[in-house]
């Protein structure tokens, strides 16, 4: 069982900044991929950014130059760096990880997510 459990949400005005973190925790064997995921009420939930154990990144159209991903993976931590954040950013941003446990099974974990509130 892998529990993953974000920080850092909040409302901040037009142009501002966040950093969102996740960590996970728990009986697991590695973590070859983290990322964010958002969903704004009434909408499908979108992919942000993922990064993968070795550092590969992979952006959504729409954040890319805003956003930046990074993680530790010594902490099994994974951060979302938000900058010149838009209204249009406002959502649930939820944070995913997939990895192996100890008997080589795959698990794809979801923490509970963190409202992001862009507003002036």
């Known amino acids: 069982q892998v529990q993953l459990v974000e920080s850092g949400g909040g409302l901040v005005q037009p142009g501002g900044s966040l950093r969102l973190s996740c960590a996970a925790s728990?009986?697991?064997?590695?973590?070859?991929?983290m990322g964010w995921y958002r969903q704004a009420p009434g909408k499908q939930r979108d992919l942000v950014a993922t990064?993968?154990?070795?550092?590969?990144?992979n952006y959504a159209d729409s954040v890319k130059g805003r956003f930046t991903i990074s993680r530790d993976n010594a902490k099994n931590t994974v951060y979302l760096q938000m900058n010149n954040l838009k209204p249009e950013d406002t959502a649930v941003y939820y944070c995913?990880?997939?990895?192996?446990?100890?008997?080589?099974?795959?698990?794809?974990?979801w923490g509970q997510g963190t409202q992001v509130t862009v507003s002036s």
């Open positions: 728990g009986s697991f064997f590695s973590i070859y991929a």
């Open positions: 990064i993968t154990s070795g550092g590969t990144t």
């Open positions: 995913t990880a997939t990895g192996n446990n100890y008997v080589g099974e795959g698990f794809s974990s």
